[in-house]
Structure formats: C-alpha cells, structure tokens
C-alpha cells in the first residue's frame, strides 16, 4: 500500500540552525509529494510541493527534492527562525481517478531564540 | 483573497446532541474534503465530495454525514457525538481530485468539545 514516514519529533533548535526533517514513502504507482506545515491552533498550509523525480519544491527558504531512488523528500531549511516552530507533515498523492493524500505522523519543530 | 473558511472556529456540544460544522470557498473548486484531526495526529479523511457526488471512507462511521448544497458550502453533520469524537475538524478543497499535483487547500479548523 501506500505511506508515508517521518522522523519522530520534537526536534528542539536554536535560531539560525540548519533543520532537516526526514521523510520517506512508499506508493504503487507515481506519486506527488507535499510538505504541509501547521501552526498552532490553526489548519494545514501547503508550504512545497513536487511531481516528479529530481524536482526541487522550494518556499520560505525550505527546500526538498523528490529523490525517486531512495522514496524521499526529506525537508530542509538552512536557518530556522523562531516562527518556524510548528508541526510539519509529509505526504503523497497517487493514483488514478481519485488521489487521496496520505500524511506522515507528523513532526514537531521548536525552536528557541 | 480566495479562502477556505470554517465556522465556528470552537464548537461545544453535548454528548449525543446533534451538532453541525460549516465550512465555505470562494476557490470555486470541484472537489471538498472534511478530515478529523485528534491531537498529536496525522489528519484522517472523513469524506469527500467531487462536485455533488459524495464519497465515503470505508471506515468513517454512520454516525458522521455531510451535505453540499452548491459548489461554495459544505456541511459536517454529527448525529449523536460521542465523547471519541472531540477533535479538530479540518476542511479543504482541490480543484481536482486526479492528476499531477493538485494540492488541498486547508480552512483554519473547527475544534470539536463534547461534554
């Protein structure tokens, strides 16, 4: 089947720390692979995006690469602040006809002044 | 700004009181979804609904329902919430439901307490 796995969390850092956020998948089939982030209190927000193999999604200084040889897209970011603090959640489409998402677990970041 | 809004934001109900979660877009997509988020949890989809065709998950139970009246509106109907059913209820639309990278936008959430 298909599914996603993320690193537990917390992961606790200082501001200005490099982050990285591991995730791997498996899935029959293609699949799309997206990192939602959540704040506190609040709903998910699409914070990158990839559809195919070697693509880099990037936004607000996060970047992952879709590595198809090793079923990754593990997150990175190369300083993190302080309002980066919140729970990240990998996941995957694929499929034809209906492409449901499926999450990780979940990984929550704190980070500290 | 196209959104995706949930009303209310704090729901309180009674156990086995009927109770109703709203959620609206002017992202004029085709495609609603209502997930149930309990703490420390990955999302769980509930259902959703591609146009006026609903879809359910095998395992959401019949005590959940929904209707969509028109594109913009979407409802979650809880017939009897039990006390399991406290959680965050997220919905989220997409302009497809097939295809390359059609993400889900997601509204704020309404959190569920059941007394």
């Known amino acids: 089947g298909n599914s996603v796995t993320q690193m537990e969390g917390p992961v606790t850092l200082s501001e200005e720390a490099f982050l990285t956020i591991n995730c791997t998948y498996t899935?029959?089939?293609?699949?799309?692979l997206f990192w939602y982030v959540q704040y506190p209190g609040e709903g998910l927000q699409l914070l990158l995006k990839?559809?195919?193999?070697?693509d880099k999604g990037s936004n607000k200084g996060f970047e992952a690469t879709y590595r198809k040889e090793t079923t990754s897209f593990h997150l990175e970011k190369g300083s993190v602040q302080v309002s980066d603090s919140a729970v990240y959640f990998c996941?995957?489409?694929?499929?034809?006809?209906?492409?449901?998402?499926?999450f990780g677990t979940g990984t929550r970041l704190l980070v500290s002044p | 700004d196209a959104m995706v809004i949930q009303n209310p934001r704090y729901q309180v109900t009674q156990f086995g009181k009927p109770v109703t979660l709203s959620c609206s877009q002017t992202l004029n997509h085709n495609v609603m979804y209502w997930y149930q988020q309990k703490s420390s949890q990955a999302p769980k989809l509930l259902f959703h609904?591609?146009?006026?065709?609903?879809?359910n998950e095998a395992d959401t139970p019949d005590n959940f329902q929904s209707r969509r009246p028109n594109t913009s509106f979407c409802f979650l109907d809880i017939r009897s919430p039990g006390l399991g059913d406290a959680a965050m209820y997220l919905c989220?639309?997409?302009?497809?439901?097939?295809?390359?990278?059609?993400?889900?936008?997601f509204g704020p959430g309404t959190r569920l307490t059941v007394t």
């Open positions: 609904y591609y146009d006026k065709d609903f879809n």
């Open positions: 989220a639309t997409s302009r497809e439901m097939s295809g390359q990278g059609y993400e889900q936008y």
């Open positions: 899935a029959t089939g293609y699949p799309s």
């Open positions: 990839a559809t195919k193999a070697d």
């Open positions: 996941a995957l489409s694929v499929g034809t006809g209906f492409q449901k998402l499926v």
